[in-house]
């Protein structure tokens, strides 16, 4: 995994109360699977994962300048993946799994908000991400030099279904 869930916390929730054990690592790696390799391709993205010291200006973002000189500002692959890892988290985190049950939160302090308002929100965390992965991918267009595994996401040999909360990969 390229993030954990203190940097998902602190990169996407503004309480600092915040339990980062509500974000599970089947989360992160949903994201990673769903939503980032699909996009990189499968050689780029284990390379990455398996050497993250030699990418990191695209992990941690930075400026670069193109090749009409003008410069450009990313948030890199981290901050992108913890959109998506939020976003994978947010159902497990607006209802907890009981043995009675499906239940949600509810204090005498706080009201739920209703199914709309949480698919608005979901909708939104998603929308974040889709940005900082098209921002990911313009810094990569310009440095294909750079990053010669990148298959310009048409990496098909591996599909990922997720059934019930379990990452099921299929080649």
Do not use: W
């Not at 994978?88 to 009201?111: A, D, K, R, W």
């Not at 308002?117 to 440095?143: F, G, P």
């Amino acid at each position: 995994m390229l993030v954990t869930q203190a940097e998902i916390v602190s990169n996407c929730i503004n309480n600092k109360n915040f339990s980062t054990s509500l974000i599970k690592d089947q989360y992160i790696e949903t994201a990673e699977l769903q939503h980032v390799k699909p996009v990189l391709g499968s050689d780029f993205y284990y390379d990455i994962v398996n050497d993250e010291s030699s990418y990191s200006t695209l992990l941690n973002g930075g400026t670069y300048t193109t090749s009409d000189s003008k410069t450009y500002s990313f948030q890199g692959l981290k901050k992108t993946i913890c959109f998506f890892a939020f976003f994978e988290s947010l159902p497990y985190i607006f209802t907890q799994i009981t043995n009675q049950g499906l239940m949600q939160n509810n204090t005498e302090f706080s009201n739920n908000v209703s199914k709309d308002q949480r698919a608005d929100y979901r909708n939104t965390i998603y929308s974040q991400a889709q940005s900082l992965m098209n921002e990911v991918k313009e810094y990569i267009h310009e440095n294909l030099e750079t990053y010669t595994l990148y298959s310009l996401g048409t990496d098909k040999s591996e599909t990922v279904k997720i059934i019930g909360g379990l990452i099921l990969g299929k080649k």
